[in-house]
């Protein structure tokens, strides 16, 4: 055989295939990647545990106790409950919170989705705007309700120096018992709907445009698309918005502590602002906690009942 022969045998040879590692390998392998994957997640887990599961066992128990800190606990039973259901701010804080989701829900879930269809339609300027309305978000919670305290203020705010500048009656907004919970929705809506908008805005680039040029084909006008197509297909992202809205307003406290500080007259006391006062001002924890676990059990209830009717309402669509 020749030596250029010889090299072109060489150069065609097929190349000898690894053996399979031993079985016993590659189980060990196997047990080295799933506890290195296990211990990434330790460290999330335990500080889920330590700070949410943990915190929350540790209220339902002092819920039944008389606790101070520096003192021993001592077992009441349902006591701290009656005397929450007795304190005369209980009944205004649930009133005032239930009033405060549902304006939340006729203006803050409304207008998000408003602003996802109009930054949706538009053609030029897209990153600005999207900018722009996600903004308020990463402003600090604090800061913004400072901010809009300013704003809200009935001499020198710019609020009412607008309304001078038109020649319009201005307003007590957060000073007045009647506007003071109205003028706090108005605050949570603008801080808070950056988010949403873009959770819609993702929710509506991905419905297929075929739908929108069949429905254009068979003569419907824009909100005949939005009733038909868009609302339809976006279904399933706002039922779930819609209950995290409600968890969310239901808690709400920032803006009553920094704006107004519960009042006018009590006319923004909120399940958690009383949580804080029973807890920072009274020093009754087992107060608070027992007016905790009621909130939690209200919305634990309400997210049950509001899931299963959703879900039996996607099975029979």
Known sequence: MTK?????RTATAVPPVPAPAPAGDRRRRRLID??????????????????????AIRAVVIAFQKYTPGSPPQWVGTANFTRVWHDPDFAAAWRNTLYFTLLALLIGFAVPFLLALVLNELRHAKAFF??????PVMIPPVVSALLWKWFYDPGAGLANEALRFVHLPTSNWSNGTDTALVSLVIVATWANMGGTVLV??????????ELYEAAELDGANLLQRIRHVTIPQTRFVIMMLMLLQIIATMQVFTEPFVITGGGPESATVTVLYLIYKYAFLYNDFGGACALSVMLLLLLGAFSAVYLRLTRSEGDTA
């Open 130 to 135: 999207r900018v722009v309305v996600y903004l």
């Open 200 to 209: 819609y805005l993702a929710a509506l680039q991905s419905i297929p445009g």
């Open 34 to 55: 799933q506890v290195r994957a296990y211990a990434f997640l330790l460290g999330g887990l335990l500080c889920f545990v330590l700070f949410s599961w943990y915190p």
């Open 4 to 8: 250029t022969a010889e090299r072109q």
